[in-house]
């Protein structure tokens, strides 16, 4: 009756063994280290950047820790600030000789403590945030008119382009704040331009129109849906652009998300600079075409190092080599719609580039004028230029799809689609709010909130196993396991820990020991009513389930009502709250009665259980009751 099967004890085991083995690597704390990352967006880091790193730490006589490839970045850890410190001048003395032009960032930091047996399984640490931790907050301001006057700019070239492509004459094209007035000398070349303007453009809506000086015109204005459209695309693709700045930079757990309908939340733990982070989210990229000048000055100019020739400068390609391109730029990041990674007709890497209609026009153009050529793509960075590419062209490009091949892998064309990509932002941001959170703040938060958490639990124990005296204490280990359990999941899922999620833990620990509560008392009660031990233990869990299950399933709708809805902390706490539930009803019902049973459950003639007192009813109606204490019979 009382009895687990061997399977469902191993499984209780394997549990608990892995919300051992994920939720250790809190308790060791954090180390300093160094961080080394790319400061531009053609420069990457691999394995030869960790023995670069290794041998320069060497011959500054710091030792590290270790020195690993950690994603895009390279950590060395430390054992005290001193070394930290020793270790980022020599770094950035051997990394950046050009100071004015650093190519590497090299940032403080802190990392895990630890062992690398834990860190092989892929064990970490949650993450603190920005309450816990210290850092920089910002929330920014998207300029939406801004995104939707660029739309209407390009779709200005886009009809343009339309009507020369059929030989349709127009007497001018005028924007007028989110519409485009196109004039016309007559009826019927209006009545000619309309359909194709309607079917070429779908996310304007033409109606019929007359100027003031009496010009036929048609007006096509934004429709709403397009407009929100626009908006939306502008907002992931600057929350897009945000996130490729900060990771190249290498700030550990950003935090990057959407408030409302244009404003963007940016929270950059770890950073106490404010004027460094300023630096980081306002990094401007920019992309420009240009055709190498393969004139024989110009090759000279190349090997020997000389003057290059007038009208032409000098760039370096991402693997050093310097390149000969023309001043005169051929088309801008501004005509290019999307960039994604492929494979070519010889199955090797490749980018396909995606052009708006006058890229288009304009690329068809060039390219059939320069066959045989070759033509750079530039990524502009704080005034920099360096050429991620230099394909030769094979032939006439047309209809605004390219690609961009030539021996590459197809990590390299991955990394070349994102950085032509994400190169700028769609619209202007204005920080609006700047907010600075010191690392004693937060050092006080965290130790405030473990202390809410260790007293919280510590009362919850002692009531518990006063008031219900073994069975408490099976209820006190059930409660342990499902903090470690939570702790543990948080871990695997490098969540984000901040005060919200502190209280999360806290009230999860308080409603886990409510399903505790019904399955003691519902034993009681069968106690009471005269059932056998084994059969009260048996009837308790089983009767109570009901109960148990409708309470959490109430609870985990109002927890993803939070999380589909709300934004920030809001999400946090609802994502603790939701996991805290889960594993609540895995330890208050499937492990503790895993230990009722291994406690009781081999006893045939069980006379009694340690649940604390059970009151009992006198068989007459009208005596006072009585009072069973310890063992309940």
């Known amino acids: 009756m ?5 399977w469902k004890y191993l499984i209780i085991a394997l549990a608990v063994f892995i919300g051992l083995m994920y939720s250790l690597p809190n308790v060791f704390g954090e180390a300093p280290a160094v961080q080394l990352s790319s400061g531009k967006a053609t420069v990457k880091l691999d394995a030869d950047a960790v023995k670069r790193v290794q041998s320069v730490l060497e011959t500054a006589g ?26 980022r ?53 998207v300029d939406m008119k801004a995104a939707l006057t660029q739309k209407v700019e390009s779709l200005a070239g886009d009809v343009r382009t339309l009507l020369r492509d059929k030989d349709i004459r127009h007497s001018g094209i005028r924007r007028d704040d ?10 019927a070349t209006r009545q000619a331009a309309r359909p ?7 996310d304007l809506l033409w109606t019929d129109g007359t100027d003031a000086s009496g010009d036929l015109t048609l007006v096509g204005a934004l429709k709403p849906q397009s407009e929100r459209s626009i908006q939306e695309q502008a907002l992931k693709q600057n929350i897009t652009t945000l996130h490729n700045r900060i990771n190249e930079l290498g700030v550990s757990e950003p935090v990057i998300q959407q408030q409302g309908l244009d404003r963007v939340v940016v929270q950059l733990p770890g950073v106490q600079d404010t004027a460094k982070a300023k630096d980081i989210i306002g990094r401007t990229a920019t992309l420009e075409v240009r055709m190498v000048d393969e004139s024989a000055e110009a090759q000279s100019a190349q090997l020997s190092g000389g003057l290059v020739p007038f009208g032409s400068e000098r760039y370096l390609e991402r693997s050093g080599v310097p ?77 605004g799809r390219v690609q961009i091949s030539g021996r590459m892998s197809t990590e390299e064309a991955a990394d070349t689609a994102l950085l032509l990509r994400a190169g700028s932002l769609a619209a202007p941001m204005e920080i609006i709010e700047e907010r600075t959170v010191g690392p004693s703040l937060g050092a006080e938060n965290i130790a405030q909130g473990f202390s809410s958490l260790v007293y919280g639990f510590a009362a919850i124990a002692v009531f518990m196993v006063f008031y219900y005296l073994l069975f408490g204490v099976f209820s006190t280990v059930a409660l342990s396991v499902n903090l470690l359990l939570l702790i543990a999941m948080l871990s695997m899922l490098q969540a984000t820990l901040t005060l919200p999620g502190i209280a999360a833990i806290a009230l999860t620990l308080g409603m886990a020991i409510d399903s505790n509560v019904l399955i003691n008392e519902r034993v009681r009660e069968e106690l009471r009513n005269g059932a056998a031990p084994q059969s009260a233990i048996a009837a308790g869990y089983e009767h109570a389930w009901a109960t148990i299950l409708d309470s959490n399933v109430t609870t985990l709708i109002a927890g993803l009502s939070l999380l589909a809805f709300g934004s920030g902390p809001v999400r946090g706490f609802a994502v603790v709250h939701c996991l805290g539930i889960l594993t609540s009803m895995f330890s208050a019902v499937f492990f503790s009665r895993g230990l009722v049973n291994l406690w009781y459950g081999r006893q045939k003639k069980l006379k009694g259980v340690s649940i604390g007192q059970v009151w009992k009813p006198q068989a007459s109606t009208t005596a006072p009751a009585t009072v069973s204490t310890g063992q309940a019979e």
């Not at 009382?2 to 061997?6: D, E, G, I, S």
């Not at 030792?63 to 410190?85: C, W, Y």
């Not at 989110?178 to 009826?187: I, M, N, P, Q, S």
């Not at 070519?344 to 050529?373: M, P, S, W």
Request: hydrophobic letters at 45%; zero cysteines.
């Open 196 to 202: 194709l303007l309607q079917d070429g453009l779908v």
């Open 323 to 399: 390149i000969i391109v023309k001043r005169q730029v051929v088309l801008t990041g501004d005509n290019l719609t999307d960039a994604q990674p492929g494979f070519d007709e010889n199955q090797e890497g490749a980018v396909h580039l995606t052009l708006d209609a006058r890229g288009a026009r304009i690329f068809r153009d060039v390219t059939r004028e320069n066959v045989g050529k070759r033509m750079a793509i530039i990524l502009f960075e704080k005034g920099k230029g360096e050429v991620v590419t230099a394909p030769v062209i094979r032939a006439e490009i047309g209809g």
């Open 89 to 141: 001048d020599a770094l950035s003395r051997a990394f950046n000789p050009d100071a004015a032009d650093p190519r590497y960032i090299v940032a403080l930091n802190l990392v895990s403590r630890s062992p690398q047996w834990l860190r092989s399984l892929h064990a970490h640490p949650m993450f603190l945030g920005l309450d816990l931790r210290g850092g920089v907050h910002f929330l920014m301001q």
């Open 2 to 6: 009382n009895r687990y099967p061997l």
């Open 62 to 87: 710091v030792q590290a820790d270790f020195v690993e490839l950690d994603g895009t970045s390279v950590r060395a850890r430390f054992k005290d600030t001193d070394a930290q410190i020793k270790a």
């Open 178 to 187: 989110k519409a485009l007035t196109v004039r016309f000398r007559d009826e």
